[in-house]
């Protein structure tokens, strides 16, 4: 699959360009599979791909997910993806997610303040923004049918053993930076797992065939 020019803000092109896929293990990549193959299967019979990435809280890994799988999309030019975020129950999307994402050079904007902000996440500027804040997986906001819900975390993995209206559901943990909460490590730590998830999910948009 070949990237299209001039698509992403230069930092988010920059540091994308910097990933080091090659250092994901045969292991890993076997859990990657699935969705490869959910992706492909959809662009093979030219219909639209809906993925929704589901963890406990819907505050920190499935928003990181969301954003990189829908800005890999753009960057492989992969077409008709829509990517969305939920979670088993309702809290909030951390600021410190928002936070490692704008240090990697989104454009965050707080567009409502609450209990439950809402953001845009914009990745270029011709793109359309994501939108960002906490839901349940099956928030109106979220689709109803036809789409792959890929488990975030263990405890979603293990609470939702069946997602209504999913037409897959695959299993991709990563660990949950929230451990690092208030600690000197924090910054780094969100910053180290968005990076392992932005590479993975190039990983797996790098392997579609148009």
Not at 22 to 36: C, D, G, S
Not at 149 to 178: H, L, Q, W, Y
Request: hydrophobic share 35%; glycine share 4%.
């Amino acid at each position: 699959m070949t990237t299209t020019q001039a698509i992403l803000f230069p930092e988010i092109e920059n540091l994308i360009k910097g990933l080091e896929p090659e250092t994901i293990t045969e292991e890993r990549k076997a859990v990657l599979r699935p969705l490869i193959d959910f992706i492909q299967s959809k662009i093979s019979n030219d219909q639209e791909i809906r993925i929704n990435f589901i963890c406990t809280h819907n505050s920190r890994r499935s928003h990181l997910s969301q954003v990189w799988a829908q800005t890999m999309a753009c960057f492989f030019n992969v077409k008709n993806v829509f990517c969305y975020s939920g979670g088993t129950e309702s809290t909030a999307l951390f600021p410190m997610a928002a936070k490692t994402l704008q240090n990697s050079g989104f454009e965050v904007k707080t567009i409502s303040k609450d209990n439950n902000p809402i953001y845009s996440i914009k990745y270029g500027d011709n793109q359309h923004p994501i939108i960002g804040f906490s839901k349940k997986l099956d928030d109106d906001f979220n689709p109803k049918s036809e789409f792959a819900a890929v488990m975030t975390c263990d405890s979603a993995n293990e609470a939702c053993p069946f997602v209504p209206g999913a037409e897959k559901r695959i299993p991709i943990t990563f660990e949950d930076p929230k451990i690092f909460d208030d600690t000197p490590q924090q910054a780094e730590k969100y910053n180290e797992r968005s990076l392992q998830i932005a590479a993975e999910l190039y990983y797996v948009f790098a392997q579609i065939q148009s």
